[in-house]
């Protein structure tokens, strides 16, 4: 099915351990996005992509890293997970805004 | 930053009601997006409208950019209404740059 795919979509780590979250598209899209979710936060934007080649920092980027491999996919590395990143990440993507944005199905994290 | 506020934040309806949910924004935008969130997480486009109105079946959203706000309306609500819709606006210079930033959110529940 067209869409957004998110892997995976539960994870629990410990303290300091490392892990990356994969995020796939397969609408052609140019924009990417991750966000995560916390109760009564709305979604916040960790990192984006606007196009393939291209990253940078949204509102809550400390802790994380990103690579663009290509068109298709938009990756999220925690290199030293903290218990402050217990959330719900998503990833969305976008041909043009007026087409509005796609999201995955989510990942919950949990950290320990 | 551009702040986005949300009213009300909780809403509870019989089935059959209808609903109006507000976003007002704090700055200029081009980019104002409305997504459902239903209650397994999965986040929906439902409206591109950064200006003007549109509807789609028993929702539609109008947004008066020059006061800065939005509206979603829910006309004969069904318990499938139910979950969490966001407001996200953003500014973006051409092509497909659409950054979003999310209110908190309305959360609605439709009883039977």
């Known amino acids: 099915n067209a869409g957004v795919t998110q892997t995976p979509k539960f994870q629990v780590l410990k303290t300091g351990q490392s892990m990356t979250l994969q995020c796939a598209q397969d609408m052609n899209h140019n924009s990417m996005y991750w966000y995560r979710q916390d109760p009564g936060m709305g979604l916040r934007l960790i990192y984006y992509?606007?196009?393939?080649?291209?990253?940078d920092k949204g509102e809550v980027p400390n802790g994380y890293n990103v690579s663009r491999l290509n068109k298709r996919e938009f990756s999220l590395r925690l290199e030293s997970a903290a218990p402050s990143q217990t959330s719900v990440y998503f990833c969305?993507?976008?041909?043009?805004?007026?087409?509005?944005?796609?999201f995955g199905s989510g990942t919950r994290l949990t950290v320990v | 930053g551009i702040q986005v506020e949300q009213s009300p934040p909780d809403l509870i309806l019989q089935e059959g009601a209808n609903s109006t949910l507000r976003c007002n924004f704090s700055?200029?935008?081009?980019?104002l997006q409305w997504f459902h969130q239903n209650p397994w997480g999965q986040l929906i486009n439902l409206f591109y409208i950064p200006s003007g109105t549109k509807q789609n079946g028993r929702l539609s959203a109008t947004t008066v950019a020059t006061e800065r706000y939005s509206l979603l309306y829910i006309s004969s609500s069904q318990t499938t209404d139910s979950g969490v819709y966001f407001c996200?606006?953003?500014?973006?210079?051409?092509?497909?740059?659409?950054?979003?930033?999310f209110g908190k959110g309305t959360k609605l529940s439709v009883k039977p």
């Open positions: 996200a606006v953003g500014l973006f210079y051409g092509g497909s740059q659409g950054n979003l930033i």
């Open positions: 700055d200029s935008v081009n980019n």
């Open positions: 969305a993507s976008e041909w043009e805004a007026a087409y509005g944005y796609t």
């Open positions: 992509s606007a196009s393939e080649g291209t990253t």
